[in-house]
């Protein structure tokens, strides 16, 4: 199984500023099969980012996804209100299996 | 619009068992892959199972190999997920997902691009 480590666990940012999240795989992910999804309390996850680097249908460009083999970046360009929420990676490349990050908290700072 | 509607869960106890439904509706259902992945409060999400677009490639987390069963009915555009042999661990909020990929004879690979709002399954004595 391809564990998947998230970092920070908590970023404390404020709006405007820019967001640099992490994910690293145990071992490589292949073709990037990467995805990035937000979730906001009492709501599902939205897709984000698949592919490691291709926008979701809908989502602003101040989001941006990439890395390859075993690191994955995703990048908030300037945080907007709606922003603040929990992030999770997702590797899907595996014939084991699918896996999820342990997510990445943004706070409002 | 894409919609995915879940429904059956519950509380039931160690031991018991629950069926839990899908409804899709806004696209084609059965040109697309599924998945259940479930989030247990407080805590991140786990991918528990998928099933290809026929229902002929299916895989399991190991945490619920050999207890849940995944199926689908494509004409009635409708997902399920058998749980049996429930534990305290399987607590949690399961969410029905769309998949947005591919699959092979003997595996799937995408992303999620839609979600449902998630059933509660509360496992308890």
């Known amino acids: 199984e391809i564990v998947l480590t998230q970092s920070p666990g908590t970023l404390s940012l404020s709006p405007g500023e820019r967001a640099t999240l992490s994910c690293r795989a145990s071992?490589?992910?292949?073709?990037?099969?990467l995805a990035w999804y937000q979730q906001k309390p009492g709501q599902a996850p939205r897709l984000l980012i698949y592919g490691a680097s291709s926008r979701a249908t809908g989502i602003p460009d101040r989001f941006s996804g990439s890395g390859s083999g075993t690191d994955f970046t995703l990048t908030i360009s300037r945080l907007e209100p709606e922003d603040f929420a929990v992030y999770y990676c997702h590797q899907y490349g595996s014939s084991r299996g699918f896996t999820f990050g342990p997510g990445t908290k943004v706070d409002i700072k | 619009q894409v919609q995915l509607v879940e429904s059956g869960g519950g509380l039931v106890k160690p031991g018991g068992s629950l069926r839990l439904s899908c409804a899709a509706s806004g696209f084609t259902f059965s040109d697309y892959y599924m998945s259940w992945i479930r989030q247990a409060p407080g805590k991140g999400l786990e991918w528990v199972s998928y099933?290809?677009?026929?229902?002929?490639?299916?895989y399991y987390a190991d945490s619920v190999k050999g207890r849940f069963t995944i199926s689908r009915d494509n004409a009635k555009n409708s997902l399920y997920l058998q749980m049996n042999s429930l534990r305290a661990e399987d607590t949690a909020v399961y969410y029905c997902?769309?998949?947005?990929?591919?699959?092979?004879?003997?595996?799937?690979?995408?992303?999620?691009?839609?979600w449902g709002q998630g059933t509660l399954v509360t496992v308890s004595s």
């Open positions: 099933i290809s677009s026929s229902g002929r490639t299916i």
């Open positions: 071992q490589s992910v292949s073709s990037s099969y």
């Open positions: 997902a769309r998949g947005l990929g591919y699959c092979s004879s003997t595996n799937c690979y995408g992303s999620f691009d839609y």
